[in-house]
């Protein structure tokens, strides 16, 4: 960022392995100690979180207690479609939980009408809050190639759809994946890339199917922008950034119709194969060629996001700010419906 040196520390699935991109975090004691020096340190702490389950929220407690300590406050970006329901329903100490938390913090940001009215229904103040979704913008100079085996499963397979996969029926991966093997009578050649470290039972065989696993988020995008179609089948959604990445990228999007989608997404019924089938059908029938990138891929995010860290420390821009990632900032690219 402009101004800003940013040190991402993982307390995700891949908080234990060692990368030059990120600051492991593999016990609550690391992550403490780290947190507390960047907190001691003068840094920003910017705190990417789900906000739909009690660890999201302890994380966020502890972040808060940090930039407290440091008179810079803590920015907390809550980005799970679940989280409003999550919120909404907390009692007892659960509820004293989030909002001792977000007392603490200088800014929220969250991604969506609903979830802002659940925080102020918490009782956070409306001056605090603030919608922003998590799309920074995407460039594509300096893209790497797409790994061999990717590249291959492209060159045998036309058309081919892409979608992000975790572990969890709210991801909807059940339901491409008999979308894809009904619609291989249509198109024999039919297939589909799942990228992430999930794993589903894949009926009718695997042949059409290709499970990258975890990929970095430059390659996410090399592979994205050489398929037919990004899907994202999700059961709910706060603002996904993939959806806005491949829409960036000119790559025609079809996604289930949650509470929230930007413009130029192709929708169908969530949980409905038969209109996955039918709108997949129509988004192979686009020309990519002939697709400009959409106005639903510009949130102005990036300069509104440097404007709230000069409103909590305008004399940070000599400074680092440390920005602790659950979820979204992860050295292996991971983005989850909560996000």
């Not at 403490?32 to 910017?46: D, E, K, M, P, Y």
């Not at 198109?187 to 970095?216: F, M, Q, R």
Request: proline fraction near 7%; hydrophobic fraction near 40%.
């Amino acid at each position: 960022m402009p101004g800003y040196a940013c040190r991402v520390l993982d307390i995700g699935a891949s908080r234990r392995l060692r990368r030059p991109e990120c600051l492991p975090a593999r016990n609550a004691i690391e992550f403490a100690r780290r947190l507390l020096g960047h907190a001691v340190g003068g840094n920003i702490i910017h705190l990417h979180t789900n906000g739909h389950n009690l660890k999201s929220w302890l994380v966020c407690f502890a972040c808060a207690c940090g930039g407290f300590l440091n008179g810079r406050r803590t920015v907390v970006s809550i980005g799970s479609g679940a989280a409003p329901a999550f919120v909404n329903a907390a009692r007892g100490p659960a509820r004293v939980l989030m909002q001792a938390a977000l007392g603490l913090v200088g800014v929220v940001i969250c991604r969506n009408e609903p979830m802002r009215r659940a925080l102020v229904a918490l009782g956070v103040r409306p001056e605090k809050i603030t919608i922003l979704p998590g799309f920074y913008g995407v460039s594509t100079e300096e893209l790497p190639e797409i790994p061999p085996g990717v590249a291959a499963f492209l060159q045998q397979h036309s058309p081919v759809a892409a979608a992000l996969a975790e572990r969890g029926p709210e991801y909807g991966i059940s339901l491409l994946l008999e979308a894809v093997a009904r619609l291989r009578s249509r198109y024999p050649t039919l297939g589909l890339v799942l990228i992430g470290s999930g794993k589903a039972d894949l009926p009718g065989g695997t042949g059409h199917v290709l499970w990258t696993g975890e990929l970095s988020h430059d390659l996410v995008l090399s592979a994205m922008r050489k398929v037919n179609v990004f899907v994202r089948p999700t059961h709910f959604d706060g603002d996904a950034t993939s959806v806005r990445e491949a829409l960036a990228l000119s790559v025609p999007v079809v996604a289930s119709d949650t509470d929230f989608r930007p413009e130029g997404v192709m929708l169908f019924r969530r949980g409905d194969v038969d209109d996955l089938m039918q709108k997949l059908g129509q988004a192979f029938g686009r020309d990519p060629a002939g697709l400009t990138p959409s106005s639903g891929a510009d949130t102005g995010s990036f300069q509104r996001l440097l404007a709230i860290y000069r409103g909590l420390a305008p004399a940070a821009s000599s400074q680092s700010s440390d920005a602790p990632g659950e979820a979204l900032v992860r050295g292996g690219y991971h983005e989850n419906p909560r996000n």
